[in-house]
């Protein structure tokens, strides 16, 4: 074969793996959940009221009517319910670099959890949804959420409430 031959073989072989790989499908497959909602502890809540924001503080209660005393009061637990999961996701974060779990400042990873608060602010049913492929981590992540459980007291409003939540414990070279 001489170099001219090979040339064109090679472009006929290339062109040939070209097109069988613009005829695949490379659509994926819907993925099927499970039964857990994943609460993100970053979702934004709006808090903005549809009247007048002059007129927050000038009607009576009466005057405003019950429906929207009762938008109020589920914004104000929305909001509530956000700060609060974000002060035990502040709380995890604060925790995940304890001295007994050794050196991680060099590792990367994302390990995912869920686990119940009860109305007492304990953590229960800590499970490992999708480790970050390391154990420490996955170990160091499990800790931290232990050791945060009972630390963060929530509002007035939130008490007697079981929180069922998912959350990723992220490590990124000591961050």
Request: proline share 4%; net charge neutral.
């Amino acid at each position: 074969m001489t170099s001219r031959q090979v040339l064109g073989l090679c472009i006929a072989f290339s062109l040939m793996v070209h097109f069988l790989f613009l005829q695949q499908d490379w659509t994926r497959e819907p993925v099927v959940g499970g039964d857990d909602i994943i609460t993100p502890l970053d979702f934004d809540v709006s808090v903005r009221s549809t009247g007048n924001p002059m007129a927050l503080e000038q009607g009576s209660v009466e005057e405003r009517g019950e429906e929207q005393c009762e938008d109020a009061g589920k914004r104000l637990r929305r909001l509530a319910t956000k700060h609060y999961l974000a002060s035990v996701h502040e709380t995890i974060e604060r925790h995940k670099f304890l001295p007994d779990n050794g050196d991680l400042s060099a590792l990367i990873g994302n390990a995912l959890f869920t686990f119940r608060i009860l109305p007492n602010d304990t953590f229960t049913d800590i499970h490992l949804v999708r480790s970050s492929g390391d154990p420490r981590l996955d170990q160091a992540a499990q800790q931290a959420i232990t050791t945060a459980s009972g630390r963060t007291k929530r509002p007035k409003i939130l008490r007697g409430r079981t929180f069922r939540i998912t959350t990723a414990v992220k490590y990124q070279y000591n961050m």
